[in-house]
């Protein structure tokens, strides 16, 4: 029996796929990119929200490179979370949307997480104060990685 591999994309990966200031992570994206297919790809209206946010020339790239995910909605179950882990000083309230990304992730049921954002997302206390919140509003587990982790 075979499980599908369930990877949720924050901004900060798709963005760097054309981000030529930063040639190892570009790379690194790169790599991740040619694996996608071995895996159930989500997005979020947060992502497609920031994506479209961004100049024309780069807009359409973004956009083009995420057809075909799947595109997750924020619900009232998600936000309830977020601000979980806000009230739980996960995520000061001023990146909301990080919060949401997980959360997100952890009520959809997804395993992986992957961000270059190691600022709020990819750290030690992130990853464990998700565990405890997750465990306690008994979502499962959610591993919170950089792209090469994956």
Known sequence: MSTEVRVYLDTSVISALFDSRAVDRQRMTAALWETLGDYRVYIS?????????APEGLRSKYLEAVKGFSVLRVTEKAEQLAGDYI?????????????????????????????WN?????KVKTRR?????????????IEIIAPPEL
């Open 45 to 53: 209206e947060i992502v497609l929200d920031e994506l479209g946010a």
């Open 87 to 115: 009230a739980n000083g996960i995520f000061p309230e001023k990146y909301r949307s990080d919060a949401l990304h997980v959360a997100l992730a952890s009520v959809n049921g997804i395993g992986y997480l992957l961000s």
């Open 118 to 122: 190691f600022k709020h997302l990819v």
């Open 129 to 141: 104060l998700v565990a405890v919140v997750n465990m306690v509003r008994e979502y499962q587990p």
